[in-house]
């Protein structure tokens, strides 16, 4: 069986907080390969959106030359090249195969609202489910969701060790907005997109 990690999100812009936790979740998880599919449209988010188009280029570019992985790692296309509101389920129906375990990570926010996604049931069913915790979460509240996904679903929960580092695209659209400096967060390629399109002014 190949264990595939699949790592959604609406990469607006992709940093290192993103890259970070990636790893840990391939070392982690120790995955054969890892997809990272930026949404078209997000169900849960109203974002200041520069367009899917754009979140692919970035997105492209924060993963470029495999991003140092030593495994494979792609960005697909796949949720932007289908359109519309980009639901989880969806992804994973696509992405799953009778060779592949599938394998999905949520930041700490996202792991604590799955069951308001659409058909959790189905994405329990489909793959196993990573968290990993951001600076507002704690690890005993993220196992408790764990533990009730385990006894309502049967879901497969696992949550990281490592904890996510301390940064989200929220917070560099604010610094870019100010005019602030954020090369410890974001790639070089990533922010010559940004300079390039005067995103987030
Ligand atoms: P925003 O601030 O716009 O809400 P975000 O920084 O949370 O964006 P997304 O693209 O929405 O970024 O996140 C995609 C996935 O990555 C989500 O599961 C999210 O929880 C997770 N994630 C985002 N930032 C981090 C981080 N610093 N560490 C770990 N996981 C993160």
Redesign the pocket.
């Known amino acids: 069986m190949t264990r595939t990690g699949i ?6 812009p ?5 890259i ?2 990636a790893a840990a979740f391939v070392s982690e998880m120790k995955l054969d390969r890892l997809l990272v599919i ?2 078209c449209i ?1 169900p849960h ?1 109203s ?1 200041d959106d520069p367009g899917p188009d754009l979140r692919l280029e970035m997105t492209l570019a924060a993963f470029s030359d495999n991003a140092g992985f030593s495994i494979p790692v792609k960005v697909s296309d796949y949720e932007i090249r289908k359109s519309g509101v980009s639901y989880t389920v969806d992804t994973l129906e696509h992405f799953s195969d009778p060779d592949t375990e599938l394998f999905l ?7 604590e609202s799955l069951e308001s996604w659409r058909e959790p049931e189905r994405i329990f069913s489909l793959a196993s489910v990573v968290g ?4 507002d979460g704690t690890e005993q509240e993220m196992r408790k969701y764990a533990e009730r996904y385990r006894k309502k679903y049967g879901a497969k929960c696992y949550v990281l060790g490592e904890r ?10 604010t610094m870019i907005k100010r005019g602030e400096n954020t090369e410890e967060y974001l790639s070089p390629e990533v922010r010559r997109i940004i300079e390039r399109e005067k995103l987030y002014r």
Do not use: N, Y
């Open positions: 790592f959604g999100g609406t990469f607006s992709p940093h290192r907080g993103h970070r936790a930026p949404a997000p988010k974002i990570l949520c930041g700490g926010d996202m792991f990993i915790m951001r600076e996510a580092l301390e940064v989200s695209s929220t917070l560099l659209r």
